[in-house]
């Protein structure tokens, strides 16, 4: 049971609004290149209309998400429904990052978002696919609460560590792409 939907009606967008957790995919263009499949949770993801949506990237171990969209833009999203009725929902699209430092729309899209420590990036994706699936086997799980970690440890940390953490661990993914800019204040986007 495959359905393409025109638009992210108010329906998929309560829908995506409920759901705790989802899952980012992408891929460099070169074949001996790594897949990428992350889940994001922490309600960092918001729908800006009928055909765009942006989540806040939070700093992590990895930056394979944004040197893959630099690369190439390519991304889905997707929900799976782990209560309730099932149901999978993929937004395939183009993605674009946008930085604290190098891009102003940063600034004006982070107040959709909660106030997290350790945002690194926001993804904007304009998305051109919608697809549904039943989910009839996907399991069902309950919720219990988000985790805290991510939070506290960057509380923790500090600022300045976790500018030197990125520059140590983000500035390019697995496959050597450029990722996260070290020193953006001098090269810029």
């Given at each position: 049971?495959?359905n ?12 995506i ?5 989802f899952?980012?995919?992408?891929a ?10 992350s ?5 960092t993801?918001?729908?800006?209309g009928?055909h765009?949506?942006?989540y806040?990237?939070?700093s992590g ?13 390519r991304i889905c ?10 149901k999978?929902?993929?937004l ?9 430092e190098q ?11 909660p106030d ?11 998305v051109?696919?919608i ?35 990125r520059k140590?661990?983000?500035a390019v993914?697995?496959?050597e792409l ?12």
């Open positions: 049971m495959n393409i939907y025109e638009e992210i009606s108010p329906k998929l967008r309560d829908f609004a409920n759901q705790k957790m899952f980012v995919a992408t460099p263009l070169s074949g001996d290149g790594h897949v990428n499949l889940p994001k949770g922490l309600d993801l918001r729908v800006l009928p765009r949506v942006a806040l990237d939070l171990s990895g930056v394979e998400t944004v040197a893959h969209l630099r690369e190439n833009g999203i997707m929900f799976c429904a782990f209560d309730g009725p099932p999978i929902i993929r395939h699209g183009k993605g674009r990052v946008l930085t604290p891009q102003p729309e940063f600034g004006e899209l982070l107040s959709h978002f997290l420590p350790g945002g690194r990036a926001i993804i904007v994706v304009d051109n696919r697809a549904g699936s039943c989910g009839f086997s996907v399991p069902r799980y309950e919720f219990v609460e988000q985790r805290d970690q991510l939070v506290k440890w960057v509380n923790k940390k500090g600022p300045d560590w976790l500018a030197d953490y140590k661990n983000n993914s697995i496959d450029p990722a996260i800019d070290p020193d953006p204040k001098k090269t810029g986007d």
